[in-house]
């Protein structure tokens, strides 16, 4: 079946820290796969995505590119900020609306 | 201006009681979603609305009852609530019907908790 599997957090990283996300998934076929971001007390945005393989998904410094050798999608940002505190789910869709999500990975930023 | 959105916010209720939680949204999508999100932030579709057809329906206790009146709105209605149903409930939002690569819009979840 379907899965993702996401490193275990909480995750504290000092301001203007490198950030790594782990994610793998897996699938048949060739899903779309997301990462989304909750911040406290809100619903999910979409942070980017990336719907075949070799694609690069970027949005606000944040990358991951869809690796299908490995069967990943890697969540990374060079300098993280406060402000980028909040949980981050991997996700894939491969059966037509159906989002499968990995069990999230908090993050904590300290000044 | 809100895309997605959800009544009530916060829900607090009895064990037994019957509760409903509303969605609507304003981007003109024509399929919607339910995402249960348990306390330990996992989350898990329950059912999916294309155009006021349900199209995916996960493994969920018949208490719980979806119902869409038009492709703008998907309500959500629980019987006999009980401590287990106590989450937070996400609706959600997408083009298209049964597409893997559109991405959904989440409403803010409704908290659900049950006594």
């Known amino acids: 079946g379907n899965s993702v599997t996401q490193m275990e957090g909480p995750v504290t990283l000092s301001e203007e820290a490198f950030l790594t996300i782990n994610c793998t998934y897996t699938a048949t076929g060739y899903p779309s796969l997301f990462w989304y971001v909750q911040y406290p007390g809100e619903g999910l945005q979409l942070l980017l995505k990336a719907t075949k393989a070799d694609d690069k998904g970027s949005n606000k410094g944040f990358e991951a590119t869809y690796r299908k050798e490995t069967t990943s999608f890697h969540l990374e940002k060079g300098s993280v900020q406060v402000s980028d505190s909040a949980v981050y789910f991997c996700a894939l869709n491969n059966q037509g609306g159906k989002l499968i999500f990995g069990q999230g990975t908090e993050l904590s930023v300290k000044p | 201006d809100t895309a997605v959105s959800q009544t009530p916010k916060y829900l607090v209720t009895q064990m037994g009681n019957d509760k409903s939680i509303k969605c609507e949204q304003n981007l003109g999508h024509d399929t919607m979603y339910w995402y249960k999100q348990d306390s330990k932030k996992f989350l898990k579709i329950m059912f999916s609305?294309?155009?006021?057809?349900?199209?995916i329906n996960e493994t969920v206790p018949n208490r719980f009852s979806p119902k869409s009146p038009d492709k703008a709105h998907l309500n959500l209605h629980i019987n006999s609530l009980e401590l287990g149903d106590s989450a937070v409930y996400f609706c959600?939002?997408?083009?298209?019907?049964?597409?893997?690569?559109?991405?959904?819009?989440f409403g803010p979840g409704t908290r659900l908790t049950v006594t």
């Open positions: 959600a939002s997408s083009q298209g019907r049964l597409s893997s690569s559109y991405e959904q819009y």
């Open positions: 609305y294309n155009n006021k057809e349900l199209i």
